[in-house]
């Protein structure tokens, strides 16, 4: 009995390490792809935005661009790890299960690592960070469901759908979403990286033998 107890125990409660030793999952990066949709050429999402392209990247876009889905996912593997992971990284100061760190890394690249990163000025209520920093775990994952409005402050069907889809990966409620699953999922991301680079390279070969 009490060794049944023990073992229900430790399945309940969340495996959490600290953010310097996480890697970005492959669940997640598979998962901005589907929220981000592809864009070959570069548009602007919604009035007031900024331009876009890929699979939602936006530094150094600019209107005209065009892209292919390899060059795409490769940029979409490469700024997750190292930009919106690694950014995240720098204002986070306690341990996250994989899943709760995918979510604020999936929060972030739609956001930014600012946005996320911002902490409360003195005396106000506390920002997202603050709720992560002081462990109010519950409270964190609930708040992602605040950033769903877009310029003007107006509420966008489209982020109110992934803000519901990242808390519930934040609460480890999305299927197959566990620990024992965090070994293979980096295995997916540098399939993926891999997959990526060499198409990428097939794309441009082949556009050098059509020249």
């Excluded at 709720?131 to 877009?150: D, M, P, T, V």
């Amino acid at each position: 009995m009490e060794l049944e107890l023990t073992m229900a125990m430790s399945i309940s409660t969340p495996i959490r390490t600290m953010v310097a030793a996480l890697v970005v999952t492959g669940a997640t990066v598979v998962g901005i792809a589907q929220f981000e949709d592809y864009r070959g050429d570069a548009y602007v999402p919604v009035k007031g935005d900024v331009p876009t392209i890929g699979y939602g990247s936006t530094k150094g876009v600019k209107l005209g661009d065009r892209t292919t889905p390899a060059r795409a996912l490769l940029r979409l593997y490469d700024e997750v790890e190292g930009v919106y992971a690694n950014g995240l990284k720098k204002c986070i100061t306690v341990p996250l299960t994989h899943y709760e760190f995918g979510a604020f890394v999936s929060l972030a690249y739609s956001v930014g690592v600012p946005t996320v990163c911002r902490k409360a000025k003195p005396g106000q209520p506390p920002n997202l960070i603050d709720l992560i920093n002081s462990k109010q775990y519950a409270a964190a994952c609930e708040r992602i469901e605040a950033f769903k409005y877009g310029p003007g402050r107006k509420v966008l069907p489209g982020l109110v759908k992934r803000r519901a889809a990242e808390r519930a990966m934040c609460e480890g409620k999305l299927e197959g979403r566990n620990e024992a699953q965090t070994a293979g999922d980096a295995s997916t991301l540098n399939w993926i990286g891999i997959k990526a680079r060499l198409a990428a390279k097939t794309d441009h070969v082949g556009r050098l033998h059509a020249a």
